[in-house]
């Protein structure tokens, strides 16, 4: 798979070939795994509801994206996960720095 830029915070991910993804069975589970980098510092900078379409298809929400929970977004507990880069001296506030 590939990842593609629209605008803004929107994506979309692509087969880099048919060959090499010849699709999904109704029923069937794909997992994939997403990393992103630099600009999501936060759980919340994550959006919900990330959806699939194709043409000839009505677009499907990917149940394990829905609703505002952001259950599918692992905990951000490590400075890696909120450090842009070595010069960035950000630290999420804790109640008691807030």
């Known amino acids: 798979m590939t990842i593609g830029h629209?605008?803004?915070q929107l994506y979309y991910f692509e087969p880099t070939s048919v060959d090499a993804f010849p699709g999904i069975s109704t029923g069937a589970v794909?997992?994939?795994?997403?990393?992103?980098?630099r600009w999501i510092v936060s759980r919340t900078d994550n959006m919900?509801?990330?959806y699939v379409a194709a043409d000839g298809m009505k677009a499907q929400k990917l149940s394990s994206t829905?609703?505002?929970a952001l259950k599918y977004v692992g905990p951000?507990?490590?400075?890696?996960?909120?450090?842009r880069a070595k010069e960035?001296?950000?630290d999420p506030y804790t109640p008691a720095v807030r």
């Open 6 to 8: 629209v605008n803004g």
């Open 30 to 37: 794909l997992r994939c795994v997403y990393k992103n980098r």
């Open 88 to 90: 960035d001296r950000y």
């Open 76 to 83: 951000f507990n490590a400075p890696q996960q909120w450090k």
């Open 66 to 68: 829905v609703d505002e």
């Open 48 to 50: 919900p509801n990330w």
